[in-house]
Nanobody
Framework: QVRLVESGGGMVQAGGSLKLSCVASGADLRGFAVGWFRQAPGKEREFVARIGWSAENQDYAGFAKGRFTISRSDDNNIVYLQMNNLQPDDTAVYRC???????????????WGQGTQVTVFP
């Protein structure tokens, strides 16, 4: 079964950091773009960041610039999202997806993980 699995979420105090991981099970991240989205309770899902297949191309939502960093380890077939200076507004379920560059910034991405919960308390 082809799926994406996120990990690394948890509870952290405001100002703290977390590093999320996205691993492909039964599939490959190499050669694909990967994106991260988040959804907070009562809010729509929103784009966080994406990385191209070669890692040279990266793109961030405004709220993520300067605080979040997306990276990839093709040797280990993993994509990371390093999140620093987390704030309560960052509380959400974070999900990764896989596809081509244009897809991973939208709902059109064909493959999604189930998500990992990030909770930031004051």
């Amino acid at each position: 079964q082809v799926r994406l699995v996120e990990s690394g979420g948890g509870m952290v105090q405001a100002g703290g950091s977390l590093k999320l991981s996205c691993v492909a099970s039964g599939a490959d991240l190499r050669g694909f773009a990967v994106g991260w989205f988040r959804q907070a309770p009562g809010k729509e899902r929103e784009f966080v960041a994406r990385i191209g297949w070669s890692a040279e191309n990266q793109d961030y939502a405004g709220f993520a610039k300067g605080r979040f960093t997306i990276s990839r380890s093709d040797d280990n077939n993993i994509v990371y999202l390093q999140m620093n200076n987390l704030q309560p507004d960052d509380t959400a379920v974070y999900r990764c997806n896989r596809g081509i560059w244009q897809e991973v910034k939208s709902d059109a991405a064909p493959l999604w993980g189930q998500g990992t919960q990030v909770t930031v308390f004051p």
